[in-house]
Each structure stands twice: as C-alpha cells, then as structure tokens.
C-alpha cells in the first residue's frame, strides 16, 4: 500500500513489472496477416508475358447514330416518383476541418432507377 495525498492507494505494478522478463502476465495472443491486402487491389486482370499490354482504344460517338445519343426526351419527361431514399453511409465532422459525408439517394420512377452516391 501507497499513501497519495493523505489515501491509502492499492500497490500498481509498474511498466517494468508488467513487461519484464519476470513478468507473470501472459503475451497478448497473435494473429496471422492476411498474405495480401486487397485494399489495393485494381481491376486490371493482367496479361501474358509474352503478349506486349495495348491499351484499349477510345472512339467518339457517332452523332448519327441513335444508339450513340443521350435521349434527351426521356430525361426531361416529368415522371413521378414511386421512391426515393437517402442512405448515409459516412459521417464525420473532421474537427475544425469543415465536415466529410458519404450517402446514397436512391430515386425510383415507373421508367428508371436511379442511384447516386
């Protein structure tokens, strides 16, 4: 026992008695890594190794062609909404660094479901 400004204090092992050599304590248990970390991984699927990687080329639309155009008639059509939701995901108020939010709104209409993140 230990007095501390006039209470008597139960005895604390110390840092050195707790993870010395002597130390009764048990080691925390391990737990193997993961062989890799997938928080890394990208989409590219690889090639041979003898086969030299072209990049996948990119052509304009084709303004007359209809399958090419965006249907601008559908898009500007007032269809009501069947439902819609407003999901968040993330919230974070970052201290004095303004604020962080990531949410979902899903819209659902008779023609289209949309989501946006």
């Known amino acids: 026992m230990s007095v501390v400004l006039g209470k008597v204090m139960p005895d ?7 993870t010395g050599p002597s130390s009764t304590l048990p080691m925390p248990k391990t737990v193997p890594t993961k062989p890799y ?13 003898g086969e030299p ?7 304009p639309a084709e303004s007359g062609n209809p399958s090419h155009c965006i249907p601008m ?17 993330f919230e ?19 023609g289209f479901l949309h989501c946006t993140c």
């Open 53 to 59: 990687y072209t990049m996948p080329t990119w052509y």
């Open 73 to 89: 008639a559908e898009l500007t059509r007032p269809d009501p909404i069947l439902f819609y939701a407003e999901i968040p995901l």
């Open 92 to 110: 974070d108020e970052l201290h004095d660094n303004g604020a962080s939010n990531l949410l979902v709104r899903i819209v659902s209409s008779s």
């Open 12 to 18: 604390i092992p110390s840092t050195a008695n707790r």
């Open 37 to 49: 970390d997938w928080t890394y991984t990208t989409t590219y699927t690889g090639h041979e190794n």
